[in-house]
Each structure stands twice: as structure tokens, then as C-alpha cells.
């Protein structure tokens, strides 16, 4: 029986090591990669029941169940994955895995690069939602799913369905494209870029070798992730949240913190530091800008769309300002146009961008029904 | 006659030095200082056609004219303040200065500390837009002007004209507001902390003791006006002005300029560098933050108001997310509430928060409607 809250339980990462060198879009190749993978639920005899987890920026593999039983936190999207929750894993073999170019476990500018023997750090190649999306497909011959069930993801996560749907329209039945857009606007990209001058400027980022100098670019990073932030929350949601309030009566006339918003942003800052490489941040914000699927369709998005044979569902929420309902709106017009099948939801939200992560009630509803009708296309 | 594109010609920036001190709302006091001042158009004989123009964050005395016949470009805004323009210089005498605290020869952080003999740097006292104005109020009477036909202010220069009217409401027949706010909420805080910790974590900073060191830091600073600019212009003016287009027809796979934006961020980043000072830009940021007339009138902006007697004219712009309409709707309501008389003008607009320094047909149609009136109530 499902349990509606229920848990995976503790989960334990699996590491996929691929010999065959990958050619990456950059020119460059990967002679070499490994992947880090949880999975959740039982792939079923047919293999096609099998749900893809595509993260964002600073995602990863763990994203539900705990590592341990005395964890503190569950994995990222552990509201929605999990027996009985939207993305049942009673019904559906689930798989998440930290995206190439990341920090926690798959081969990134972290790990070692076999030509030195040092990590790469700044040498490891820039990669394209298109190299992910690929490098993701050998995983998925490598578990044996053919087709997945659905591609399911939010953000950058959401173009990695896109582009799946596109490259890969024959092993993919259906795209889940949560808070993401067809391309970054130069908004987008403008703050991208300061997060990006705040690191490559920092003067402990030595060009990106700081690993070898045994420092961290912390200032910088920590400007990138506090700028991220403000991205990720809507206006409302902050005044919401902080107001504009003095923490005391009166103003201290010092730079100590005053108002509550900015003792979030440098604790939000501080904790990425810990967690978070440099390097890969540069990199996934790379990935960003320079997804546009329209581009490598000769300019139209109607005809990048062509190529996907998938079933789409589309879901924008009404707060975020970082990828506008507006930006989906543009995906499901080419869509239309392009002769897909698409369903749209726009959710009432109040957060912003972040609230692709909350357990928002008409939103998992959405994602419940969706994927309910999915997973009896393949019992 | 009126020359409707006429300009104020070549202007000379004149120094007021106040020796009386000035108590400061931080609790310190002023001993000594002194404000860069440009005056347009000749003050009649009842002193009852002075206008006042307060700045903004990175303003100065420079409004109109030029300082040279050979300058390039003129006062910044100069489209809008000169013989026939909206602030019509054939009609009223018009005040622009630098307001303490600034780095365009006003006393501010790059001045000489009496007491040290050396640049004030971050000793330099944070002020308060009420310091601003009773700065200003000793301007006005040295000039011999005891009320203002109109105070006149776009962004943080409308919350000076706020505060004028609050303040010294005898002192303000007229209030022009544009383009502000009845305080930062709690993003506009969130932007101005991160450009703070930019420049705070620089370590050419030196704890604002940079000049004493040789350096400046530029890195810092460079970061802050870039992300200044990101909430200057709107989404849709970034697209229409940069698009989000590869400057090549494929990614370089590199951190240099790939796209417009990059380059037009990058640019304006270094040049405000060049011209303006770290300590002076953390002083502005923190006088936004703590503008807060509601606060200092126990919680109600109706209250605040209901100080004020002058007639006002509040300008927003569709396009302007840094203060939106719906901030100038704020002060509208609760001046209405308070009994004031307002006008509301809401201009449609493409470019976002600059666009109160742009000669939009329609805006500068309003203020030179409403001015002509001020007019004729003096002449």
C-alpha cells in the first residue's frame, strides 16, 4: 500500500564508471567519466517504468532518503519522491544522478585528471545541457531503460528535459518541464555573468587553480550564491519572509547586518561555500547560458520541437520572476506549433523560482495526476 | 523666447562651506562642510521660483550644461533642465548639488578629516536622507530661498523630496516624486547588501582605508554598479538591447565576452570605477536602506504624510522593477489618505528604473504641464 508521506528510506549512492571516451560539444573529449546515482523503486521487467531526475544548478544525486537513518535533511526532492508521493516510486524506478561538471561525486573539475594526475579544476571542459543529456543516455543503456517513462525537471533540470525530448525523441514518452524557460533571457545571463565576475575576480581564485594554492574562492562564491538567491525568491516573498525591517528600532550606522534579509543572503552565502566548487559553479552557469535549443535549430524553436516525439506538461508558477510563467508560455506556443501534445499549469505560488521545490498543494496535484496516467500506460 | 531644445551653457560648479556644524542622525556631527552647487536660471526678486533637483545614487551637481564649450557630454539631466525644457531655466532658478557624503566635491569620505588630516575614508559618518535634507535646508537659506516653488527628485532623490516635504513642509510648495519609493523593500535591500559584501570582502578594501594604501577596490566596486544595473533596466529592455545572442555563431567555451550584455556590464562596471568613490557608494546604499519616513512616524506612512502640506506629483513607470508602480501607488494612497493633494502620472516606459532619465514625449509632457502651472503661480 502506498504511504502518502512515505519515505524511500536510506539510500546509498552508486558510482557508474564509463570508459568510452565522450566527445563533448566544446571539441574536446572525456576519455573517461563516472557518474554518481541514486535509484528509488524497481525498474519493472518491461524497463518502462523508469522516471529520470534531471537537477539544477547546485543539485545532485541524493534526491530523496536519507543517507542515514539519523540525517538531518532528506534529499532535495524527497516531497515529491517516494512511495505514495507525486513521483510514486511504488510505481515508478526512479533515478537521479549528479550531472557531469558537478561536485559531488560524478567527474567534474574536482576530480583528477588522468593526463596529470592533479584535479582538473580550471581545465576541465565547459559542458552543454546537450553533453549532459548524452552522457545521461549511457547511463540509461547502462541500466538497461530503452525509453524513459518520463524525463521529469525543474530550472536547468527543465532544459535538460527539453533538450532530451529533442535529441533523444524516441527515448523519452514524456517531458515534465517544471519553472524553466527556452533559452535565458539576457537578464538571466547578466546575472550569471556578475556571479561569474565575482568568482573569476576573486584573488583567490588563482585562474581557477586555487585547489593547488589550498584556498577557496570564498569571497566570490559567496556573492554568486547570494546573488542566485535573490533570483530564486519573489519580491513579495521576501517581504514576506524578512519585510524591510530594522532588526533593532534604529539603524546601527555600520555595515554589521540590520535587516533580516541580509542575514540570509551571507548565511546562504557562507553554507554554499562549504558545500559547493567553484569551479563547477562557473561551469553549470556556463551550461546555462548557453542552452538554446532554438539556435541549433537554424533560429526556431517550433522546429527544435519538431524533432521530439514526447508528451509534454509544462508547469511555470505564477511568482517566479527568474523564469517567468511568461518563458513557459513560449515553450508550450512552440509546442502547440510544433503539432506536440502538451498539458500547462501555471501554480499560484508566492515563493518564486524556488517554489518548484515546495509541496505546493495544486502543484503536486498536477504532478500526481499527470504522472498517475503515466504509470497506468505502463501497468 | 523659450528655445524648446535650448541649452544652460557652459556652467561653473560653485563651493557653499557651511561652518556652523551639523548634527547628524547617526548621533556624530559635522564641524565643517562644504557642497558643490550648480545653479540654472536667475532667482526673481521674491525668491519664489527656486527649484530644487536632488540626485540619486551616483548623481551630482552636474544636471545640465556643460563645464566646457568643447565637453562631450553634458549634466545628466540635462534633456530636461534648460531654456524651455520641462524645468524650464527662463522660469525658474534652479539648485543641483552633490550631496554630502558624495565624491564630486562635496564633503564626503574622500575629503580631509579636520581632525586627522587625512581622507575621512570610512570614518566618514553614514547619513540619513533627513541629513541630506537639513543639509540642504542651509543651502537654501544660504541662497536666500525660504520655499522651494518645487523639490524635485527621481529613485533615491524622491525620497529626498519625500523627506523635504515631511520635514520642512513650509518649505516645499511642490513635491515632484519619481520613479521612488516609500522605502527599500526587502529585495532592493538584498541587492544593495551584495553590492556592499563585494565591495567590503575586496581585499583592496582594507576596511575602507584603501586611499592610505594607494589602491581601490575596484573589483568590489566594479561588481556593484553591475548588479546596479541589472535593476535599472527591465527584462524586456535587456532582451531589446542585447538580446540573448551568442556574439559568434557557436560558445566560445571560455569566461571572455560572449554575449552583448556581458560586454555592456563589464564596461559600465569599469567605468564607474574610474569615477566614483567605494566609501561614498556603501554611504548611498545605506542611506536607501534606512529611509523609512512610516518608521520615524510611529508605523504609518499616513502619518508621515499628514506632516506635509505641499501639493504633490508622483511619476512611476511601467517598466521600472526597482521601484515599481505599485511602490509610487504606495505614497499616492497614503497621501491621498493623509489628505494631501497629488497628482499620479504613470508612464509607459520600456527601459525600466532609467527610464527617469530618459526624454520620454510623455513623461516630460506631464512634468512640464505640472511645471508651467508652478509658473504661474510665481510669476
Known amino acids: 500500500m502506498s504511504n502518502q508521506t512515505g519515505s524511500v528510506g536510506v539510500v546509498t549512492p552508486q558510482r557508474f ?9 566544446c571539441g574536446r573529449s572525456l576519455p573517461h567519466y563516472e557518474l ?20 539544477a544548478l547546485s543539485g545532485d544525486h541524493h534526491a530523496a532518503g536519507l543517507h542515514a537513518p539519523d540525517d538531518k535533511k532528506p534529499g532535495w526532492w524527497d516531497n515529491c519522491i517516494g512511495p505514495g508521493k507525486p513521483i510514486d516510486t511504488d510505481r515508478f524506478f526512479v533515478v537521479a544522478l549528479n550531472n557531469l561538471g558537478g561536485c559531488k561525486g560524478s567527474t567534474g573539475p574536482t576530480s583528477l585528471n588522468p593526463e596529470t594526475g592533479l584535479p582538473y579544476g580550471p581545465d576541465f ?14 547511463l540509461a543503456d547502462r541500466l538497461g531503460i530503452r525509453q524513459w517513462a518520463a524525463v521529469i525537471g525543474g530550472s536547468l533540470g527543465g532544459m535538460q528535459v527539453q533538450q532530451w525530448s529533442i535529441e533523444f525523441p524516441q527515448r523519452v514518452r514524456h517531458a515534465v518541464v517544471i519553472a524553466s524557460a527556452p533559452e535565458l533571457s539576457a537578464q538571466n545571463i547578466a546575472f550569471n555573468e556578475i556571479a561569474r565576475q565575482a568568482i573569476l575576480s576573486d584573488p583567490d581564485f588563482h585562474g581557477g587553480h586555487y585547489a593547488a594554492k589550498g584556498v577557496v574562492p570564498s569571497r566570490g562564491l559567496k556573492l554568486a550564491r547570494m546573488l542566485g538567491h535573490i533570483t530564486y525568491l519573489s519580491d513579495e516573498a521576501m517581504r514576506a519572509k524578512f519585510g524591510a525591517e530594522l532588526k533593532s528600532a534604529t539603524p546601527a550606522f555600520n555595515f554589521d547586518v540590520e535587516f533580516e534579509v541580509e542575514s540570509y543572503l551571507r548565511h546562504q ?6 558545500r559547493f566548487d567553484a ?19 537554424g533560429g526556431s524553436l517550433l522546429a527544435a520541437y519538431r524533432k521530439a516525439s514526447a508528451r509534454f506538461l509544462v508547469i511555470a508558477f505564477s511568482s517566479d520572476w527568474r523564469f517567468s510563467p511568461a518563458r513557459s508560455r513560449e515553450i508550450v506556443r512552440a509546442l502547440v506549433a510544433a503539432g506536440r501534445e502538451v498539458s500547462y499549469a501555471l501554480i499560484d505560488s508566492q515563493l518564486g523560482h524556488d517554489d518548484f521545490l515546495m509541496p505546493i498543494a495544486q502543484y503536486h496535484g498536477v504532478l500526481r495526476a499527470y504522472l498517475q496516467r503515466v504509470a497506468e500506460e505502463v501497468a
Chains 1, 2 share one sequence.
Open 269 to 274: 552565502g557562507q553554507s554554499f561555500v562549504d
Open 36 to 55: 554518481m546515482v541514486e535509484t528509488y523503486g524497481r525498474l519493472n521487467a518491461q524497463a518502462s517504468n523508469a522516471v529520470l531526475i534531471c537537477h
Open 125 to 138: 571542459p565547459l559542458l552543454t545541457v546537450s553533453d549532459w543529456v548524452r552522457s545521461q543516455a549511457r
Open 17 to 25: 564508471v564509463f570508459e568510452q571516451p565522450l566527445q563533448l560539444d
Open 279 to 297: 569551479n563547477t559553479y562557473l561551469l553549470m552557469t556556463k551550461a546555462l547560458d548557453y542552452f538554446d535549443p532554438a539556435r541549433d535549430a
